[in-house]
């Protein structure tokens, strides 16, 4: 992913900002809670295409007890999920994680690079999908990607 063009990427709410490979195309976003869905123009190994995804949720528990959660969820949501590493990290000035893990698609491995934070009670995941194979190419450059996801203030002019 190095020295790709990126386009700034914003919901139709004004709520985030992400940047992402020009070449990559939005989908149309199923509501509120999925705000963005993007993928790379041709399927890459295995016919999958690398991926993005940005959800957010109300959350109305602590970061700790919200990530706990989400560790108890995945494994039963996403065939043959193991997790990698997880990691504390910061997500747009708040604290955060960095979970790494492989699961499955239609019997193919994927690797899924996942960033997720609160930022005043709402829980903002982005998540990126990649063809196992591809992973260790494109990881410097999903962390790239990630790092420019910021979430926008109500009644900010960012």
Known sequence: MADVDLVEHRDAA???????????????????????????????????????????????????????????????????YQLLDLERVTVSGHEGVRRLATHTVEDRSVTMEQWAGLVDQQGWTVTFTVPTMRYAAMSPGLRALAETFTVIAPGSTT
Do not use: C, Y
């Open 14 to 80: 004004d709520r985030f900002v992400l940047s992402l490979p020009a070449d990559w195309q939005l989908a149309d976003s199923p509501g509120p809670a999925i705000p963005l869905v993007a993928a790379e123009p041709a399927a890459g190994h295995g016919g999958i295409r690398s991926n993005v995804v940005v959800t957010v949720d109300a959350v109305t528990m602590g970061f700790k007890d919200w990530q706990l959660g989400n560790d108890e969820l995945l494994p039963g949501a996403l065939r043959e």
